[in-house]
Each structure stands twice: as structure tokens, then as C-alpha cells.
């Protein structure tokens, strides 16, 4: 299987890579920079480099539905421009959406620490980002903006921290979403902590402190069901 080093840095933008198969337009890799599509964030985009230098742009990252491979898919790429098995390249991040999404899906931690409510269902987009809560009541739309920007700005630290399947069991109160099984890794499950505010499983990339967002604003709360408040964020830049 690719080692996923994202799950460990963030931050990595390039990493160099040896081609393990070639699967129609999709490329597997022994390692990788890429997050696959999954709970809720996008996979990312960028281009993978040859040996010669020639550059394949690299659409989305995935996750075969068969046997779980992490594909670098790169559409509309000729079969002849494709690396073959055993190829040394080098992956290159999109940087610049790869870091929006990492603000916008750690702002997503910080509404969901402001929301009393089992989450439901949530999406990351490219400058927005939404969630849903299992409430009745609304939200007012104001006063939530102000309050998920002074969390922002106080700065809280990220960490990353590691325990097992069966730490996980005896605390089930850190499951917050509804929808989305905890991630998952060789028997062990990923936390994502938010000193002072949010811990969490979550196996999304994230930036290293909440200031790092930027300011935020909720653009729409509504109503999707009886017991169901969807609340939109996006960049107030």
C-alpha cells in the first residue's frame, strides 16, 4: 500500500516516488504528498514529474473502491505520456488549494467546537465549507461569525496524536460526526487536537494553529429537516 505521508505532515508539497502500477489513467505509488478524496474533503490536484522532467497533471487523487489504492488520476493524460511501473518521479502539490482546504477544513473544527450537536453530515469545497448538526433549534448567523473568528484568532495549537481501535471504543464521546467512520490505520485511529477547543477523529490535513484560517464568515444557516441546521462557512478575504 502508498504511504500516506500527509497523514504525518501536512505541510509536504513534493516527495519523491517509484510508480508501483499503472492503472488506465490512474498511477499508484509506493508514497505519496496526495490526500485522497475523503470525509468530506476533496482530493487534491497537481502534476507528477518524470524522470525527463515532462510533467503529467495530476486531476484528483482517489481511492479504488476495490482495494482501497491511492490513485494519482490524471484524465485526458495520453497512455504514452504515463510513467510505467518501477518509474522514479516526483509528485507536486497544487499548493496554494491543497492550503485552502487545510484552513477551511480546521475552521470546520472550530464550528464544529461551538455547536453542541452531533454532526451529521459536512462538505469542503475550495473557500467554503459546511456542516450538519442533529439540532432543532437555528443558529443566529452574527453572532456565530464573531465567535468562530475569536476562536480563530486566539491561535490554538494542532497536534496529531495516535491511539487504538480499542482507546477509541472506550471514548466514544471523541466521535463527533454521525456519518463518517473514524479514519482508520493499521489497527490504529487518527486524532486531530485543537488545544483548548476540539479532539477528534479525522483523517483530513490541517493547519498547524487556528490562526492560520483567516477570517471566516457563516454565509447561510438553514433548515434541512426537522432536526437538521446546515451551516455554511466561507473566507471573508
Not at 12 to 28: F, K, M, P, T, Y
Not at 68 to 79: M, N, S
Not at 183 to 205: A, E, K, M, N, Y
Request: charged fraction near 25%; include cysteine; charge should be neutral.
Amino acid at each position: 500500500m502508498t504511504r500516506e505521508l500527509f497523514r504525518e505532515d501536512g505541510y509536504l508539497r513534493e516527495c519523491d516516488a517509484v510508480v508501483s502500477e499503472v492503472r488506465g489513467n490512474a498511477i499508484v505509488t509506493d508514497q505519496t504528498v496526495f490526500y485522497p478524496t475523503g470525509g468530506g474533503q476533496p482530493g487534491d490536484s497537481g502534476q507528477l514529474l518524470r524522470a525527463d522532467g515532462a510533467a503529467v497533471k495530476v486531476t484528483t487523487a482517489c481511492k479504488d473502491a476495490q482495494d482501497g489504492a491511492l490513485l494519482h488520476v490524471c484524465e485526458g493524460a495520453a497512455a504514452e505520456d504515463l510513467p510505467a511501473t518501477g518509474a522514479a518521479v516526483k509528485l507536486q502539490l497544487d499548493w496554494p488549494r491543497r492550503h485552502r482546504m487545510m484552513r477551511m477544513h480546521s475552521c470546520m473544527h472550530m464550528l464544529c467546537a461551538l455547536i453542541a450537536a452531533p454532526v451529521t453530515g459536512g462538505q469542503i469545497s475550495d473557500g467554503r465549507g459546511r456542516l450538519d448538526f442533529d439540532l432543532q433549534e437555528t443558529v443566529d448567523k452574527e453572532e456565530l461569525t464573531q465567535k468562530l473568528n475569536r476562536l480563530i484568532a486566539e491561535n490554538h495549537p494542532m497536534e496529531i496524536k495516535w491511539i487504538t481501535a480499542d482507546e477509541l471504543r472506550a471514548q466514544p464521546q471523541l466521535v463527533r460526526t454521525m456519518s463518517v467512520k473514524p479514519p482508520l490505520d493499521s489497527g490504529r485511529v487518527r486524532l486531530v487536537h485543537f488545544h483548548g477547543v476540539d479532539l477528534q477523529p479525522c483523517g483530513g490535513t490541517h493547519v498547524a494553529a487556528s490562526g492560520e484560517i483567516g477570517a471566516v464568515r457563516v454565509a447561510k444557516v438553514e433548515k434541512k429537516g426537522k432536526r437538521n441546521r446546515r451551516v455554511a462557512v466561507v473566507f471573508d478575504e
